[in-house]
């Protein structure tokens, strides 16, 4: 017989567990790179309307389902949809595994440039440290040492661990990101990363690829798609108003990832590097790990404190996160096999641990299984999970409870209709651009 299910200890404690899971390497890394891909404010503006539009119906769904079901992902789907449904569950966990295992690879960089940098420095030839770094034993090594940091908060438990972990650093990276925004302000020259940042190319706003990206990052940045707010919202007790929560979340989120841009592009205009973030020799995805460590060596004094300071952010961001992946496989383990807590967290966590090696060794591996669990995965997952509940649910409102059952009638509406042709929509382009990965990498 299993314990009695644990809960969030009340006020704040779901809050900022939930954003601790949104906010991640998404917001600081994802998004900037994303940002600069796909021309500024653009992708910005298309960001806030499939937020809107697509990812607050999809975050209120999980929730509706975990807190109604008190259970995880596969048992909550059978509790409403019968066996049938179950497989959606199973692609959640799938999904977890995926991320988790690349996610964790790129948690180890920004463990490792945060360790070195406060300890010696940011190296001047940054480009060719990040090639040392990002692929390679020692990349596995320091992958391997970020998941046992994971495993080791989430074995401790909802409360004492999860929980524990989300007040003591959600605040402190708050803290962090602004106070560097604010350092970022004062360079001279931070004024053209601003107008870079919030330039819009509007023609762009049509662009099917970058709408693609902007739904991707969206369900990525709010931990959508892949049951981690269910997990989370199964631990919840019943006053709670979720409308409410996901809204918070929701704004939680974008303020970070804004914020984060406000130290990003100003530094980089500031020390005249923004030219290499937009595909240099490493594709925007490593850039960030090489444009701005050099920024942090051309900065004198300054350098390793504002680049150390940074690179903790992003690792606190980091584990955070990979706390609430971890945490869908380890609460289906507890529920569906019955094994304890300690047992699920070590056991899940050195497969997928395994699965990350090929990462560590291969950026390329990296960047497809970033195409495939990050984005496709998510987008299909957020696809048949409207569907469920906005068709298969008796009566999703009823479960939301609470008053405004106008504004729920346009949720349900929404996840019935519009959502799901969004991202099937998306599934697809998202489909085409990751097969294009398969391709490069094969031949
Ligand atoms: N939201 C996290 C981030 O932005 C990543 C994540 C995705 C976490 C999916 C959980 C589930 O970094």
């Given at each position: 017989m299993n314990a009695p299910r644990e809960h969030w200890s009340g006020g704040l404690g779901f809050t900022l567990a939930a954003v601790g899971s949104a906010v991640g390497l998404g917001n600081m890394w994802?998004?900037?790179?994303?940002?600069?891909?796909?021309?500024?404010g653009a992708f910005v503006v298309l960001y806030v309307v499939m937020t809107l539009l697509i990812g607050l119906p999809?975050?209120?769904a999980e929730f509706t389902l975990g807190r109604g079901a008190a259970r995880s992902p596969i048992e909550a789907i059978g509790h409403y949809g019968g066996s049938r449904w179950k497989p959606l569950g199973v692609l959640f966990v799938v999904t977890g595994f995926t991320i988790l295992g690349y996610y964790s690879v790129i948690a180890g960089w920004a463990v490792r440039y945060a360790v070195e940098g406060l300890a010696f420095g940011f190296p001047a030839d940054a480009g060719a440290h990040f090639g040392?770094?990002?692929?390679?034993?020692?990349?596995?090594?320091?992958?391997?040492g970020f998941m046992a940091i994971t495993v080791f908060v989430v074995s401790g438990g909802v409360r004492a661990g999860i929980e524990r972990a989300a007040i003591l650093l959600m605040p402190a990276l708050g803290a962090m990101i602004i106070g560097l925004a604010i350092y970022a302000n004062s360079l001279e020259g931070a004024g053209a990363g601003y107008a870079y940042y919030f330039q819009t190319d509007f023609i762009q706003i049509l662009d099917f690829d970058v709408a693609r990206d902007a739904a991707g990052q969206a369900f990525f940045s709010l931990s959508l798609g892949m049951g981690t707010m269910l997990t989370y919202a199964s631990y919840l007790s019943r006053e709670h108003d979720?409308?409410?929560?996901?809204?918070?979340?929701?704004?939680?989120d974008f303020g970070i990832a804004v914020v984060a841009g406000l130290v990003i592009f100003p530094l980089l205009f500031a020390l005249g590097l923004e030219t290499q973030i937009m595909g240099g020799e490493t594709g925007t995805l490593g850039a960030l790990f090489v444009v701005l460590p050099k920024a942090f060596s051309s900065m004198?004094?300054?350098g390793p404190f504002v680049g150390g300071a940074f690179m903790v952010a992003l690792s606190v961001a980091a584990v955070t996160s990979a706390m609430s992946l971890l945490e869908v496989?380890?609460?289906?383990?507890?529920?569906g096999l019955g094994w304890s807590r300690p047992k699920a967290a070590i056991v899940s966590g050195a497969a997928i641990a395994l699965l990350g090696i090929p990462a560590a060794l291969d950026i390329g591996i990296l960047e497809l299984m970033d195409s495939v669990g990050g984005a496709l995965f998510l987008l299909v997952g957020g696809f048949f999970l409207a569907l469920f509940v906005g068709w298969r649910v008796p009566d999703p409102i009823a479960e939301v409870g609470g008053t405004r059952r106008a504004g729920l009638g346009l949720w349900r509406f929404l996840l019935r209709w519009v959502v799901p042709s969004v991202l099937l929509l998306m599934s697809y382009f998202q489909g085409q651009a990751s097969l294009e990965l398969i391709r490069k990498l094969a031949g």
């Open positions: 994802r998004f900037s790179y994303m940002a600069a891909e796909n021309g500024g999809v975050m209120l040392e770094i990002s692929e390679g034993w020692d990349t596995v090594a320091w992958h391997l979720l409308p409410q929560e996901a809204g918070l979340i929701a704004i939680s004198g004094a300054a496989v380890v609460a289906t383990a507890v529920d």
